[in-house]
C-alpha cells in the first residue's frame, strides 16, 4: 500500500512537473506571439504604400485588423476627418435699381431675399478702375453711397450672405451699370447778340456731349442742336429775327456703355438779337477812366464794369448810365485796367443783358498835357460836377452851374488858383453880385458861391447859367477855400 502511493505521489509531481514546464513554454509563446503582432502594426504604419497582401502575410487579417484599431486612438493619420458643416443657402439679390438723380451720390434698392442675414455693397468707378470697393454691410435693403464724381459710370454690387454659426456664407452677386447725373452747364454767356446769337458754357470733362434747346421769351422750348463731344461748348444760332429775346437752355448728357443716357438739368441764358456789344471809345486823364458809345435802339440803360485781368470771370462793377458816356471814380495812376460795356434792355418786368467787348487803358493823372499832382479843382461842364480833391482824397463832390452855353462858356483848361478873396462883391457888365468866398483862376472867371441860386446841376446852364464863373453851393466852396491856396491847379473840361 505504500509502495503504491509512493508511485501515486511520484507520478502526480511527475505530471505537475510537465504541466509547469508547459506552462513556461506556454507563457513564452504567447510573448513571441505579442511581438509578431506589434511589428505588424509598424509594417503597415512603415510601408504605406506596400500591397496589401505582403501586410496581411505577417499576420492574420482579424489580427491587424484589431492591431489597427487598438493603435487608432494614438495615431493622428488614422482618425476620421471631421465632417465639413453642412453650408446654407444663400438666395441671389433681385430688384437691384437706381432710385436718385444727383450728381455726387447713388442711391440703391433692392427686394429682401429669403433667409438673408445681411447684405454687402460694392462699388466701382468704371471711369477709372475695374476694383471694386466693399462700401457697406447693412441689414436693410436700400442703400445711398456718397462722395461720387458726377457724370460718373459705376458698377454697383449687392451680395446677399447667411450667419450660421459665426461665420457668413455669400451668395452671387447682382449688379448694376448705372450713373451719377452730369452738373448743370456752369457759367453760361452770351458771345454775340446782333443779328447772330452764340452762347457759352464751361467744358465737361465727364460729358459725351450736350442738347441746346431754344425758346422764344415765355415759349416752349425745341431741341435744336445735339452736340457731340465734351470739347464743343459752343453753339452759334444764325435762324434769329432782330428785336427777338430767346431762351437759351444747355443741357449736359452721358451715353454708359450700355446705352443709357444721363442727362443734367439744364442751365438757361436769355439772348435779345441785336442788343450787341457797343463799340466804345475808351480814354483816361486825371486819374479816371471816360468812355463813350452809340446808342443801341434796344438799350435802356449801360452797365459799366473793369478788371485788371482781362481773362477775368467777374469783372468789378464801376456803374451804369442811360446816356452814352461815362466816367469813372479816381482810379490809381499808372495801373492798366480792362473795361466792358454792357447793354441792358429792361422791358415788361424782364431783363436781359447784352454782349459786350474788351478794351484796355493806363490810367493817367495828367490832363491837357500836364499833370494835376494829388491835390487840385476838377470841373466837368458836360456833367455840371466839381470835385476837390487834397493829398489824393476826395474831399468834395458838388452839382455847380457853369457858364450859359454858347453865350458866356466857362474857359476849359489846366489852370491855377492867382487870387483869393472873401466878403467880396464880383462886378461887371449889369451886375454887381456879392459872395462869401471867391477863387479866381482864368481872367475874370472864378469859383464862388450863389446865394442867389436855389439848386445847381442839370441843364440850367444852357439857359440860366452864369457869366463864366463856377456857382457853387456854399458848404461846398468853403470847404475848397479852407484847403487851398494860391497855385492850386483848376482843371476845366
Known sequence: ????????????????TVLSVFATVSSFAAEE???????????????????AEEVAAEAPAEEVAAGLQTE?????EEQETPQEPEQPTVGRVT?????????NRISLKWNVTEGASGYAVYICDADKTSVFSKVAEIKQTAVTVTNLRQSTMHYCRVVAYVEKDGKKYYGEPTTLTTATQPVKPAVLMRTRSSSVCEVKWNMNNNATGYKVYRAPLGGSYSLVKTIVGKKNNRYTDTSVKVGTTYTYKVVTYRVLTNG??????????????????????????LYKVWLSWNRNPYATRYDIYYSKDPNAIAYTYAGTTTGTSFMTSRMASGQKLYFRVYPICRKNGVTVTGTSDTKAITVSNSM??????????????????????????LMVDTPVVTGTKYYSDTPKGFFSIFQRATNTTLVG??????VDYWMAFSGGCGIHDASWRDTFGGSIYLYSGSHGCVNTPYNAVKTIYNNTGYSTPVIVY
Open 1 to 16: 500500500m505504500k509502495r503504491t502511493s509512493k508511485r501515486l505521489l511520484a507520478s502526480l509531481l511527475a505530471v505537475l
Open 33 to 51: 506571439e505579442g511581438e509578431a503582432v506589434a511589428a505588424a502594426v509598424e509594417t503597415v504604419e512603415v510601408a504605406a504604400e506596400a500591397p
Open 72 to 76: 487608432a486612438v494614438a495615431d493622428p
Open 95 to 103: 430688384g437691384l435699381g437706381k432710385t436718385s438723380y444727383e450728381t
Open 260 to 285: 443709357n443716357t444721363y442727362h443734367s438739368a439744364g442751365s438757361t441764358i436769355n439772348v435779345l438779337s441785336g442788343l450787341g456789344a457797343p463799340n466804345f471809345a475808351i480814354s483816361s486823364h
Open 368 to 393: 491837357y498835357g500836364t499833370a494835376a499832382g494829388s491835390t487840385y479843382v476838377e470841373v466837368n461842364i458836360n456833367q455840371q460836377r466839381m470835385w476837390f480833391y487834397k493829398d489824393g482824397k
Open 429 to 434: 457888365p449889369g451886375y454887381a453880385s456879392p
